[in-house]
């Protein structure tokens, strides 16, 4: 074992995403696990790594770590990307809740029927453009700082990035009416450990395709 924490998922994006994004933006470097069939994942539950019978699973500090919020927080506290205090954690929590409600439609599209794509792509853009993107326009706009919560990077700053680029990949205009949030994509973009997960080859992975939606479909299959 070499200390770097061990990610257990698909080769996609997924759930596993946004911990890949928090460990990259963090400048950690983690080693990865695919699965691939519905043998290794039945082992992994049988061999009682996976609480919930459920990945995505990070193995670090000793822990065989479950649950995608909970690894986030973890790993946020650890490398101290989750705020000064109690109330700086609360603003960070209802952000990235949030951002995870819209992620988690952007998740399911892939998996939509042919004939429901058009349709729930107008969804998400009527959710991100109405409801959340107007939020964090709002916060970076009133109090005039380059990040959400107390002027410092957060794991806020991390998950929202993240939003916005899974956004634009369906919907390019997205941001059009949003200074405030394409300025901070910019100031993002520009990050170091960021650029860098960034930049090709890195561990960030492509958007969904036929291929991981058919490997989701058949290592998950009742």
Do not use: C
């Amino acid at each position: 074992m070499s200390g770097k924490p061990r990610l257990t998922y698909l080769n996609g994006r997924g759930r596993m995403e946004p911990i890949r994004w928090l460990l990259a933006a963090a400048g950690v470097e983690f080693e990865e696990v695919y699965l691939e069939t519905k043998e290794q994942y039945d082992k992994l539950i049988k061999d009682g790594f996976l609480l919930f019978q459920q990945v995505p699973l990070v193995e670090i500090d000793g822990m065989k770590m479950v649950q995608t919020r909970a690894i986030l927080s973890y790993i946020a506290g650890k490398y101290n990307l989750y705020g000064k205090d109690l109330k700086e954690r609360a603003l960070i929590d209802m952000y990235v809740e949030g951002i995870a409600d819209l992620m988690q439609m952007i998740l399911m599209f892939p998996f939509s029927p042919p004939d429901a794509k058009e349709k729930n792509l107008d969804s998400v853009k009527e959710r991100a453009t109405n409801r959340y993107f107007p939020v964090f326009e709002k916060v970076l706009k009133q109090h005039g700082q380059d990040f959400l919560v107390g002027n410092k990077f957060s794991w806020a700053d991390v998950q929202l990035m993240e939003a916005i680029l899974a956004v634009e990949e369906n919907i390019p205009a997205v941001l059009s009416g949003f200074p405030q949030l394409q300025a901070f994509k910019t100031k993002m973009s520009n990050m170091p450990t960021i650029k860098k997960f960034l930049q090709p080859g890195s561990p960030r992975k492509p958007p969904p395709d036929t291929h991981y939606v058919e490997t989701v479909l058949k290592v998950f299959k009742k």
